[in-house]
């Protein structure tokens, strides 16, 4: 039995097959290994933290520091605790007082780290987590070592020595003649005509297009419910997202949706019997082949078992990068000899978000349209994802391109 974790597909001819579809149960799936007890993330950020607090500190606000927990995002807690152990061990490594930090020791700290060959936006993150810290437990809550000035001078010697430009998803354009710039390597047309018409196929579709339209956060696409999507007069839908990334107030906020988009949404919803929930879940796949010796046993049969979990962030990331190879196996894609393992592993579950982001630069549009549907806190954000199509329509590109033919 396979699940979402996928296997490559066999150039085996099968025998006939009869396909049986079965009720969601998630018993039935295969299951990830995952630790049973693992600890809750505020619970580790709260042992991290009273693994290092000097014992004359002062009694600290219980209410104060469960306030401060609340107001932040899970993600947010389990990357400070994270830092923070890296801090801890490496104060330990080198006899180092941890809290409160001394600002050379933090300079120190962050030399330690470049040597290492650490991004410079993991430097930053890692000194503001250290921030964080010495703010919840009420040491200096106007100005935490980690602002002072030769902090921020290290930071800054870090990135000009190293230059702070981020590795970014490898995109997953649409593929289409958006503009005279034809994208190479993977595309969304691509991996769209190698999804199959099975269950898993129908599922993975569904989850690129709708992905791709509204350039959903992982988070966020996981999360998609049937009774978000609001169906329009002309066959397209608009896609309610009630929380994401930069609306921890959960304000919420909308995306259109493509009749494409709809249509295999609609076929998806179809074949598994999906009326409410969860959109997007795993597919487990049982195949058992014939028996060519048994009459009876004429027809191979294919058991689909729909999940009643929501998709892991892995799950979406197996999804595309499975597909992505079979869009290469049935000559979709053409890379070049050797690029293949590198184009595969450079997909990532924002690769579909990246890609609407450049392609609506290379249809022309400016950086603030981009950043309002997209959801970006800033057109400074989305410019950084397309910075170098931006180019291509900007005031001079616009301007110079009439007169200067």
């Not at 295969?30 to 993330?41: D, G, I, Q």
């Not at 503001?128 to 703010?135: D, E, P, Y």
């Not at 049982?286 to 999940?307: E, K, V």
Request: charge should be positive.
């Amino acid at each position: 039995m396979t699940d979402d974790r996928g296997d490559r597909a066999s150039n085996v001819q099968s025998p006939p097959t009869e396909i049986i579809v079965v009720s969601s149960d998630e018993r039935a799936l295969p299951k990830r290994r995952r630790n049973a007890h693992a600890e809750p993330v505020d619970q580790r950020l709260l042992r991290t933290i009273g693994s290092i607090v000097p014992a004359d500190l002062a009694p600290v606000s219980q209410l104060g520091l469960e306030t401060m927990l609340r107001a932040m995002a899970e993600a947010t807690k389990a990357a400070i605790a994270a830092d923070l152990d890296c801090w801890r061990d490496w104060c330990d490594g080198d006899s180092r007082c941890p809290l409160p930090a001394d600002p050379e020791d933090v300079v120190l700290y962050l030399n330690a780290l470049d040597a290492l060959g650490k991004k410079p936006a993991t430097l930053a993150r890692r000194v503001a987590s250290l921030g964080s810290v010495h703010r919840m437990v009420g040491i200096a809550i106007d100005v935490a070592p980690t602002d002072a000035p030769m902090v921020r001078a290290a930071l800054k010697a870090i990135r000009r020595h190293r230059g702070a430009l981020q590795r970014q998803a490898a995109p997953l354009r649409l593929g289409k003649a958006l503009d005279r710039h034809a994208p190479k390597g993977f595309t969304l047309v691509a991996l769209l005509g190698a999804c199959g018409g099975d269950l898993q196929g129908l599922r993975d579709a569904a989850l690129l297009s709708l992905g791709y339209d509204a350039g959903l956060r992982v988070s966020e696409l996981t999360r998609v419910e049937v009774g978000q999507i609001d169906l329009q007069d002309d066959g397209s839908a608009t896609l309610f997202i009630p929380f994401s990334k930069t609306d921890q107030e959960q304000e919420g906020a909308w995306a259109w949706l493509s009749v494409e988009t709809i249509r295999r949404v609609d076929a998806w919803r179809e074949a598994s019997a999906i009326d409410d929930g969860l959109l997007f879940r795993r597919v487990g796949v049982d195949r058992r082949r014939a028996s060519l010796s048994d009459p009876d046993m004429a027809l191979a049969q294919t058991t689909y078992t729909i999940g009643e979990n929501a998709l892991t962030r892995q799950g979406v990331n197996g999804i595309y990068r499975r597909v992505a190879l079979a869009a290469y196996d049935m000559g979709l894609v053409t890379l070049a000899a050797g690029k293949l393992l590198d184009a595969v592993q450079a997909l990532s579950t924002h690769s579909l978000r990246v890609g609407l982001t450049q392609d609506l630069f290379a249809a022309g549009e400016d950086g603030t349209g981009i950043a309002q549907a997209l959801r970006w806190s800033s057109p400074t954000t989305a410019l950084r994802y397309g910075r170098k199509l931006a180019v291509r329509s900007n005031v001079a590109a616009r301007v110079l391109s009439r007169v200067r033919r």
